[in-house]
């Protein structure tokens, strides 16, 4: 049985990789003593601290579009992240400019092979690379320093940690290559049942990550997780040009995790009759007033106007908005609501969450951070670079291969003291609406995302893209789907606007992309009532629908 | 109930598009297509030509260094690409500065035959191509407004449609067999101690071409491509950095080196990195210059072969854009640009030379035109040049050599097997004897013999730039010589490095004193970045250069002025 396994794997990726050689981790943690010993004797400035992480991802991905495979590929690649402080934890190459950012590491490919050889001499190269432009950076920095006022904020460079050692190599990849390409075959001929529909998609994607990292303080780790994800799309453009798209995802840990075909096709049929619906919904004018934000909804914008703002490093940069930079101790939510990071959690009920890890990307052990108790902001989001008061990290730096770490969400997990049922919700909503004297207010439904900007350069603004909105008359009319919206604000002002939640948690689970690249994350929150949100109107293309009708096959040639 | 039916529909389709035509790709862009002619925004005209391609591709790549595999990427991919061209031949939507092409639907091709999906995605594509095409077009025309044209030629040339379907093949490939190869071959190249970098890479690609056009062209032509390139590169002393490399290629799976061969020609490769360490620089030098073998077919390449091609200037909107590089032989029509005793013919047609397959062998180019032999330079006078279907000056017809993707809405020009000839030769050791002749008689210590050229540019991308921004280079420098030796009156020979030529260009073949009777192929994989640097770009052609040795009077070698970086602290590592 385990034989015929590993003999499909080998037939999907003709390679031995990691059948031979000596253990990576051991390569590496030689190469690196031999690299740091000669450069603490012969360079200057010296490194102080020397790491090198090999992120190993294996994948699997497919695509279909009305029964026909449109894109089957997969394979496996390693990626070399190179770090070397020189200088003192004080002061050293990665201290930050006035927003200018240091990037040293190179993410190279380096062999899936452990071929001794072959990774030392990658090792190598890149040691010499990065020491190259660390050394540089650092004396353009010391002259900077004396040029410059000085900073508001004087921490170190780089925390003292304790180094993990700890190996848990995660499961082997599974992958059932024909299977899945004969489910999304028939799942996406679903979509052929829907004429107005221009394009669609599902895919099938699965990963297995796989981290090696050694540190010259000692660290020893290699450990894990796997990604699964089906991602159902579509796309139709309303008489007016409006692009329409509306689309669901299901993440699990493995593949196996992932729903069965009746539950995919329920979720293509949502897309589809969304899409539908959307296609012939009037488009919303601009509007402020009352709304409620469905967990999934509420989940994006807690991340957007809250968690990038909480990101520590943001925290001691003169050129961001340092919206809570010192707002610690004080509330800065309504006293009902508390946040928790958890990278730690794997699931939530039957949900598997999207942003959890066992060490961070420096090495640091995951943990539960409770950010917000009570609407009170207790700390920050803490990679190993330091702010004025905290000086330890919390397990939150982040990145994707080929990036600088800096402090990122995991699993972000709002709590609410004041619960009620999502009827008694969306009741208050209707009282909250007459009370206002409006027309209607809004419920937004499903989002696909949003992002903000956290720079004093930029507009401290935050916008959250829903795809399903619908209008809610306080008449008792039946709620009305609306298309062409965007969901708007700025960040204090929206907090202190929120008056309820509901009792049940609804999980986004997603890829946050910043600074340090795109890095898996989930929010799960209760839905929400806010008594003030503002809509604007979405940009639209200015192209028409198809000039022809679709093609039937009654019109080929004979 | 539903699924079962569906499931049913499904496989009834090879059925449908079996009785429209045999092929279901080809029968899916035939019926599209002749839907997609009938198409008009409100009062504006209606396409005058479609064209709908289609590449249909495995390609298999890894990449392994010093014994370890780096990655094993098989791919399967279909890209369809779809023309519209609206106006007429004379004047369309084409030849402007905001012209391309290549419009792409919003879905993905399908990878399964399925007729009735590819031509939605044609559907959805053409649709895109056609208000594009109707945009550029009102653009262009107001562009013109306000300028008096100073290129009346047409904008696009018509063809006698071609009608070739060629019988698609098996095209079996062994992936694992040749991932172990590759691992082999790497850990040959990084043998050499003095090799600190070297990379190994072969890529495979089994691809079916398929082109319908509205004026009734199809065409299906498979096409097989696989090679393996090898380079190496390591510090001298001074940081200097020292590279070389080796390609080998076939059209052929099955017909490349024995191993045997590859692994002497790779080690050889470390070797010549090796022996360049610890060369001296050649300061300067001016006088004869012998470039054996194939530099002489690697100079042709590129000082020639780039400047058969001409370039159209497309409209531009007053006080923008410009600078469009032209070729240094336009307008030399009639000129003698090489000596009297010298021919250059330009022939795709010949599939093979002294037994071997030719490597810039084609039958049909890219825009379905079949291409026949053509004289470029008879007895030293330029006779032709390389022509698409883009009209360029007086030049109306393609002649077949629509050979990469180009600008502004057009296909690049270029050649498939160029045969250098001189039809009065000497020994090659008559030709080295009439170099230091030279030498003697100008009272020059040493000749120089360039063996080997860097080209195509095993550099990366950084150090072309750098090269490309030499003070004092021309607008298309020669890539660097790679292989480069001091001969001296005794017949001693010393590899030199750090120069590269000045002003050797298209004129310099002027100045070729003589040929030798051994004719050397060098094919090559181009594309269109300078130097047809490595891995640039995402379409290549293939091309071979059969040209024989050659002495060129008064060259000039001189020293590449740089700064180096310092050798690394820490020494490479040693092999286990």
Redesign the interface.
Known sequence: MRVTALARCALL???S?SLYGQPVLETMAN?MD??FR??RE??DPAPYYLSYTITEEVTDTA?A?????????G????YLDTTIRVGSRKLDNYHRVRGDRAHFTSGA?????????????????E??RT??SAAERLINIRTNKQVKVAEEDDSDDFSVETAAVHRAPPPRHKFAGPEWESRL??LS?EF?KFPEI????ISVNAQTETKYMVSTEGARLEHGRGFARIVISA?AKAVDGMDLGTSDSFEAVDPSGLPPDDKIRAAILRVAEDLKGLLHAPVVEPFVGPAILSGHASGVFFHEIFGHRIEGHRQKDETEGQTFTKSVGQPVLPEFLSVLFDPTRRKIGTVDLNGWYDFDDEGVAARPVPLIENGILKTFLMSRSPIRNFAQSNGHGRRQPGQEVVSRQSNLLVESSRKVAETRLREMLVEEIRKQGKPYGFQIQRVTGGFTTTSRMGLQAFKVIPLVVYRVYPDGRPDELVRGADLVGTPLASFAKILATSDRVDVFNGYCGAESGNVPVSAASPAILVREIEIEKKAKSQ??P???P??T?T???? | MSRALLALALALAPAVFGQAGGDPILGAMRDEMRRALGIQFDNLEKPYYIEYALDDARIFTALASAGGLISATPARFRAPSVQVRVGSYQFDNTNYIGSGFGQRSEMGAPLDDSYAVLRRYLWLATDNAYKSAVQTIARKRAALKNMTPTDAAPDFSAVKPLRRLEPVPVMAFDEALWTSRLRSLSAVAAANPSVTNSLLEVQAVRNVHYLATSEGAEVRSPEVLIYVRARASAQAPDGMLMRDAVVFHSLDLNAMPADAEMSRQIAAMSDNVAALLRAPIEEAYNGPVLFEAQAAAQLFAQVLGRNLALTRKPVVEQGRGGGFASSELEGRIGARILPEWMDVIDDPTQKEFRGRRLFGAYSVDMEGVEPSALTLVEKGVLKNFLLTRRPVKTYRASNGRARLPGSFGANSAGFGNLFVRASETVTEAALKAQMMEICKTREKPYGIVVRKLDFPSSASFDEARRILGQPGGSSQPLSLPLLVYRVFPDGREQLVRGARFKGLNARSLKDILAASDQSYVFEYLDNPAPFAIMGAGSSLSETAVIAPSLLIDDLELQKIEQEYPKLPVVPPPAAP
Do not use: C, M
């Open positions: 990726f003709p390679l990789f190469e031999r690299n000669v450069l012969k360079a695509a579009t009305l029964g026909t495979l449109t894109a089957r590929h394979g496996v690649n390693r490919p380096i062999a899936i092979d452990n071929t001794p050889l072959a990774i030392q001499r990658r090792l190598w190269l040691t010499d020491y190259r075959r028939r001929l052929a221009l394009s669609s998609q796309h192209d028409r198809p000039l022809l679709a093609p096959e019109e080929s040639s004979r």
